[in-house]
Every structure is written in C-alpha cells, then in structure tokens.
C-alpha cells in the first residue's frame, strides 16, 4: 500500500469566480461571518481570508462543535478571541444559537444606524457575508438562523454554487457563499484534514491515502477511540488493518475477499459523520 505523501489540490473555476464576485461586492457588506469547522479549527480557516475581506468587522462560528475533541479545540476558541469574537454553535439541537448570533452582530453594528438616524436617513438592514471552506456547516447555519430551509444542505463538498442574497428578518441580510478553497493547498497535513472531513470533493481523492491518514491520525491522537470503533491497536501493516475492518463491518466479496474500497467509504464516512467519536485533528 502506498504510504508515500498526497498532494490534495482542488479549486474548480466556481470557486475563482467567487472570491472575484465578493471582492465586488464587498462595499455592500457590513460584517462577516468565518465559518470554522470545530474538529480542524486551522485548517477549516481559508488562508487569504484577510485579504479577501479587507478590515471588515468579523464573527468567527464554529460549527459541529458537539463532534469535536473540546480540549484541543477550545484552545485555538482561545487564541482567536484575543482577535475575533467566537461562538461555538452545535447546529443539529435547538437552542438561541441564531439569536446570539444575531444580537452580536446588531450590537457591533448598530453604529450605522445610529449614524443613518444623526443624519436623517431611515435605518437600512444589516448585510453579513457568510464564508468558509466546503462542507463547513453554512449552509445548515443559514437555515437555523433564518428558522427555514432557505438555502440548500448536503454533506459533501460543493453543494452550493453561486452566491445568493437571503433575508433573514427585518433587519438583517446574508450573502451566501459557495465553499472555497485557495489554488495551492502547501501544508500537507492541512489538505488531508480538510480531505479526510470531507471539504474536498470525493470523487478526486485517493481513498486509500485518506483512510491511511484517518487510521494513523486516530492511533496518535484518538487509540482508545480507534480500539473501540475497529478493534484496532496496531497499525503497522495497513493491510492487516483494512482486512480486519472489512471483515468486521461485512465488506466481503465472494470467496470472502475484502472489498477495499468499501473500507475506505466506511472510515471515511465513520469520521466525517460522527460515528467514530468526538474529535479534532489539529493541533
């Protein structure tokens, strides 16, 4: 099995075309939601973000904080609210996630109002930019603030396209964002993170690489969890562990042969679905 490093690159045109489309729009935004990942709060960040959104004021949301290993993740909470504001959201339970979210940003932005009302003008609704890298969870977060299905969700990368204006409520608008990525992704181990929970389209990945890095990753990090989700405690024969998870979880052809590629689909989406355990794997 091939053990040697992975160059994961994928910036399909949509995604030029969408910083292009917010840089020209970017006069029209008051404020900026960051959508973070919890379970790879660095490598989820889109690296030229800063420069994409000039000095605008910024939220950052980690999504799926319920999946994530909370020792490790807060500590990068930590350092980014030296900078930012952060609000750690589960977006799978009800809770006043979408009303924290919304009174924050009326409070750092009801300056403009004030201003617009000094001046005799009538108030006019917030407008805040949604952005992240694919499958981080904006869509879904949309739809809890907005308290309806108003933009499309999937958990796979690139569901959304084009960006679309949507109105929450009386006062606040949200330009939605397709996912995107920057054209040469340098740090290794940043691209089979944000490949192994799934912001990287499937269909041009080398599951078998990924399902490697996923193993490995859970050995140094995670054993107890690697234990008790695939009975495994040793891994330095990769094809051991393939052929013992596939026997385990059925992945069996005739004359009881594995079906590798059905081991891979299962780890890769055992990680990306929560099953494996709560999780992070940046450090």
Request: aromatic fraction near 8%; glycine fraction near 2%.
């Given at each position: 099995m091939n053990e040697n490093k992975t160059n994961i690159n994928w910036y399909p045109g949509h995604m030029a075309k969408t910083k292009r489309e917010i840089k020209e729009k970017l006069a029209l935004i008051d404020i900026v939601y960051e959508i973070i990942d919890s379970r790879m709060p660095k490598s989820s960040r889109i690296i030229d973000l800063d420069?994409?959104?000039?000095?605008?004021?910024?939220?950052?949301?980690?999504?799926?904080?319920?999946?994530?290993?909370?020792?490790?993740?807060?500590?990068?909470?930590?350092?980014?609210?030296?900078?930012?504001?952060?609000?750690?959201?589960?977006?799978?339970?009800?809770?006043?996630?979408?009303?924290?979210?919304?009174?924050?940003?009326?409070?750092?932005?009801?300056?403009?109002?004030?201003?617009?009302?000094?001046k005799g003008l009538n108030k006019r609704n917030y407008r805040a930019l949604v952005i992240g890298v694919p499958n981080v969870g904006k869509s879904t977060l949309i739809n809890r603030l907005a308290e309806r299905n108003v933009a499309k969700t999937g958990n796979?990368?690139?569901?959304?396209?084009?960006?679309?204006?949507?109105?929450?409520?009386?006062?606040i608008e949200l330009l939605d964002t397709p996912g995107i990525l920057w054209p040469k992704i340098e740090d290794e181990i940043v691209g089979l993170n944000l490949a192994s929970l799934s912001s990287i389209k499937e269909e041009i990945l080398n599951k078998e690489d990924i399902s490697m890095y996923i193993i490995r990753t859970l050995y140094n990090y995670y054993p107890k969890l690697l234990l008790d989700k695939y009975k495994i405690d040793n891994i330095d024969d990769f094809n051991i562990v393939f052929d013992s998870i596939g026997k385990r979880r059925g992945c069996l052809e005739k004359g009881g042969v594995v079906n590798l590629d059905k081991v891979y689909t299962i780890i890769i989406n055992d990680l990306k679905e929560g099953k494996i355990g709560k999780i992070t794997f940046d450090r």
């Open positions: 420069e994409l959104i000039n000095d605008k004021p910024r939220i950052m949301i980690f999504t799926k904080y319920d999946l994530c290993d909370k020792s490790i993740t807060d500590k990068y909470v930590n350092e980014y609210q030296k900078k930012y504001i952060v609000i750690k959201t589960n977006l799978k339970e009800n809770s006043n996630i979408n009303k924290l979210i919304l009174d924050k940003t009326e409070e750092i932005l009801k300056s403009i109002n004030e201003k617009r009302l000094e796979v990368a690139g569901v959304t396209k084009n960006l679309s204006w949507i109105k929450l409520n009386k006062n």
